[in-house]
C-alpha cells in the first residue's frame, strides 16, 4: 500500500509539472464534461414550466461546434499570412494613388494619452507600432515561453539544430549588409534589417503545402523562429532604443519585480498582471527602451501553471457531475433548479480555472494579433510610394543591396550552413522523415523577413528615404524568398512523391502542433512513469514469490496450482 500511494503522489506530482500545452488537452476535457453535465441532467430535451420540450443540448453544442471551427479559422497560420498580404496590398495600393496625402494625414493624426497631468501625445501610426505591437511581442514571449517549458526548446540536443540555424541566419546576413554598407556611417546602423524573420509569412507558406512535407519541417522552421525571434528582442533593446532613462529604467525594475512576486506568491488571476504590465509598458516606454520589449517581460512573469491540480480535477469533477445529477427535478422551471444551477456554476468556474493564465491569454490575443494588429501594421508601414522615384537608383542603393542579399541570400545560407556543420559534427541530428533538401527549402523561408524586418527598419533609419529604400528591399526579398521556398519543397515533394514516399504525420497549423507537441510530452511522461511501476512491481512479485507465508498469490502461483488441479 505504501509503494502504491508513493506512486499515486509521484503521479501528482508528474501531472502538476505538465504546464502550457498539456492543459489545453484538459481545458477541452473539462469543456467536454461540462456539456455532458448538462446531457446527463436533461438528456437531449427538458420540460420547461409549460411542459414544452426545448431542446437546448442540441443548440448549445451547435454553437460550441461553430465557435471551435472560429477559433480553428483564427489560429490559422496560412489565413493570418494572407489577411497581412492583404494589408500590405491596400497599402501598397494607396501609397501610389491619389489618395496617399490623406492616407498619410489619417495615420499621422495627434491623440493625446494620459492621466492627470501625466499624459503624451502620439500618431496612430505611432500607436500601432509602440502600444498594438506591444501584444504581438506579448504574445511572442508567450510562445517563447510555451517552447522553454514543453515545447522543443526543452530538449536541449533537438534545441541546438534550429536555435544554431538561427543563430547561423542571424550572423550571415548582417556580413552581407555590412560588406554593402561598410563606407557608409550613416546607413551601417542598419544591420539588425536583414536579421529578423516573419513567423507567420513563413509558417503560413509552409502549411500551404500540408501534408507533402513531413511535419518535422515545421518543427524546425517554427523553432527557428521562434530562436530567431529571442534575438531580434534582443538586438531592438540593446541597439534600436533611444539614451535610456535610469529613472525609468529603476521603476520598470520595480514593476517588474511587483509582477514577479504575484507570479511566486501564486496569483492566477490575470486582471494584476494586466494593470501592472500597462505601467510596465509606460516605464519602458519613457525610459527610452523601445516599449514593445515590456510585452516580452510582461509574458515571462504570467503563471503557466494551472490553479487546480489536473488528477484532482479528473476525480473531483465526476463526483460534481453525479452531485449535479442528483439535484435535477426533471418536473421544475429553469429559475428553480437552483441546486443545479449553483452545483453548475461550481463546476464551471473550478475548469475554467483548470487553464493556466498563460494558455487563456495567448488564446485571446492569437486572433487579435494576427487578425488585427499586424493587418494594420501592415497596412500602416507598408505604404511604398514610388511615384517620381527612379527604381534603378533605389536597386543601387547601398541599403537596398544590403537588405536584400541580407535576406535572400545571408538567411539562406546562414541557416543552411550553421546546420550542415552542427549535425555534421554529431552536436545534433535532423528531424525525422527531414532531408538536406527540406532543410534549404525551410532555410529559403527563412528570408522572408517582412513585418519584423520593416519594424526594425522604422527603428534603425532616422532618414525617411532611407526607410523607404528598405521596405522596398524587404517586401521585394520577402516575396521572392517566400515564392522560391515554396517551388522549391513542392519540388521536393513531387519528387518523393514519385518514389513512392509518403509522410505519414501531416503538417500541423499552429494551434493543433502545440497540441500534438503537449500529447507527446504527455505520453513520455506515461510510457517513464509504466516503466517505473512496472519495475516497482516485478520487485514485489519477486519478494512475494519466494516468500514462505504466500499471503497473496502471484499469477505464476496461480497458473501452478491450476496445472496441478488438472493433472
Known sequence: MATDKASAQNSDAAEKQQTGASVRENADA???????????????????????KTPFISEVSGHHRRYLKLLEFTHSTTKAAGFMLLGAILSLIVANSPAYGSFLEFWHTEITLGFGSANTSMSLAHIINDIFMCLFFLLVGLEIKYEMTVGELTNIRQAILPVGAAIGGVAVPIIFYVAFNQGSPETLGGWGVPTATDIAFALGILALLGSRVP????????????????????????????APSVLWLLAA??????????????????????????????????SGVHATIAGVLLAFTIPSGSRVDLLSFGRW?????????????????????????????????VAKEVVPPATRLERMLYPWVYFAVLPLFALTNADVALGGTSFGAIVADPVFLGVFAGLILGKPIGIFLFSFLIVKLKISSLP???????????????????????FVANLAYADP?????????ILSASLLAGIIGFLFLLFQANIAMRKGVTYEEPILDNAN???????????????????????????????????????????????????????
Request: include cysteine.
Open 513 to 567: 502542433l502545440q497540441a500534438h507537441a503537449a500529447h507527446e510530452v504527455k505520453r513520455r511522461k506515461h510510457d517513464k512513469h509504466e516503466e517505473a511501476s512496472a519495475g516497482e512491481s516485478g520487485q514485489k512479485a519477486s519478494v512475494r514469490t519466494v516468500s514462505p507465508h504466500r499471503a497473496v498469490p502471484t499469477d505464476e502461483d496461480r497458473q501452478a496450482a491450476s496445472s496441478r488441479k488438472d493433472a
Open 465 to 473: 528615404g532611407q526607410i523607404l529604400v528598405a521596405k522596398v528591399a
Open 317 to 349: 469533477s465526476n463526483k460534481q457531475l453525479k452531485e449535479i445529477r442528483a439535484n435535477f427535478q426533471p418536473d421544475a422551471p429553469v429559475l428553480g433548479q437552483s441546486d443545479y444551477l449553483k452545483e453548475v456554476s461550481h463546476l464551471a468556474r
Open 253 to 286: 525594475l520595480v514593476v517588474l519585480g511587483a509582477l514577479t512576486a504575484l507570479n511566486r506568491l501564486h496569483f492566477y488571476s490575470l486582471w494584476p498582471y494586466v494593470l501592472l504590465g500597462v505601467v510596465l509598458w509606460y516605464c519602458v516606454f519613457m
Open 215 to 242: 511535419a518535422g519541417v515545421r518543427v524546425f522552421l517554427s523553432t527557428l523562429a521562434v530562436a530567431d525571434d529571442i534575438i531580434a528582442i534582443v538586438v531592438i533593446a540593446v541597439f534600436y532604443g533611444h
Open 432 to 454: 525525422n522523415n527531414v532531408n538536406w533538401a527540406h532543410i534549404f527549402g525551410a532555410a529559403l523561408l527563412g528570408g522572408v523577413g517582412f513585418t519584423m524586418a520593416i
Open 30 to 52: 473539462s469543456l467536454a464534461g461540462e456539456e455532458g453535465a448538462h446531457t446527463a441532467g436533461a438528456a437531449c430535451a427538458v420540460e420547461n414550466s409549460q411542459g414544452n
